[in-house]
């Protein structure tokens, strides 16, 4: 069974341009999330999607941030415009359910870096 | 809201002796989650080991082991017999068993184990 994975693996723009990351889950996860890892800190957490439904975006940091997954399938996350504070390893997970003590799968990650 | 700290950034180990990895917690539930992840260097994080906070029974699997110390709110991870293939960064991880928050994961800053053969 193929993991959770995410494309690019790494990412370096230019201050003000935009950025799209892409996280595709593992098959038949309804559960999908989005965190960042800022160089040295704990990972964060962004926000979660049940199927296509936002459930939880407490943790964008702010409206450059757009998150979608249309269908309910693979997800995308755009920066738009780009600062500095922006850079990080952004993690995508999936899970079948939350309300247990599953785990979530995550993927490698993309690290992102504004110049 | 939940915090976790590890409070070393970089440790070593040599093959095949004991290391113990430091984790502590702030929260004002009594019901969760703990959980040790494992990223080896441009790979994926995957489990290594989950503790149930109601659980007094501290969780083995194989060479990783850990003490919960949920009065302390403390969860250190302790590999035995230590191998190459466990140079990785470890993330502590607390999760929430009921309420809003039972979604997300809250982690700490990661601590690098080096493997020294």
């Known amino acids: 069974e193929a993991g959770v994975t995410q494309f690019p693996s790494h990412s370096v723009i230019e201050k003000g341009q935009t950025v799209t990351l892409r996280c595709d889950p593992i098959?038949?996860?309804?559960?999908l999330y989005w965190y960042r890892r800022v160089m040295g800190k704990e990972i964060k957490f962004l926000l979660h999607?049940?199927?296509?439904?936002?459930?939880?975006e407490s943790g964008m940091p702010n409206n450059r941030f757009l998150a979608e997954r249309t269908g309910g399938t693979y997800s995308t996350l755009k920066v738009q415009p780009a600062e500095l504070e922006d850079s990080g390893v952004y993690f995508c997970?999936?899970?079948?359910?939350?309300?247990?003590?599953?785990?979530?799968?995550f993927g490698p990650g993309t690290r992102l870096t504004v110049l | 809201a939940q915090t976790v700290t590890q409070s070393q950034p970089e440790m070593s180990v040599q093959e095949a002796e004991t290391v113990t990895l430091s984790c502590t917690y702030d929260?004002?539930?009594?019901?969760?989650?703990l959980f040790w992840y494992k990223q080896p260097p441009s790979r994926q994080m995957i489990l290594v080991i989950r503790?149930?906070?109601?659980?007094?029974q501290n969780a083995t699997e194989n060479r990783f082991s850990v003490n919960f110390q949920k009065a302390a709110k403390s969860f250190s991870l302790k590999i035995s017999d230590s191998q190459l293939g466990d140079a990785a960064m470890y993330f502590c991880?607390?999760?929430?068993?009921?309420?809003?928050?039972?979604?997300?994961?809250?982690f700490g800053s990661g601590t690098k184990l080096n493997v020294k053969p």
């Open positions: 997970a999936s899970s079948q359910e939350f309300w247990t003590s599953n785990e979530q799968f």
């Open positions: 098959s038949g996860h309804d559960n």
């Open positions: 929260t004002s539930e009594s019901d969760y989650y």
């Open positions: 991880a607390y999760r929430s068993a009921q309420g809003y928050n039972f979604n997300k994961f809250y």
């Open positions: 999607f049940v199927k296509e439904s936002k459930q939880d």
């Open positions: 503790q149930e906070a109601y659980k007094q």
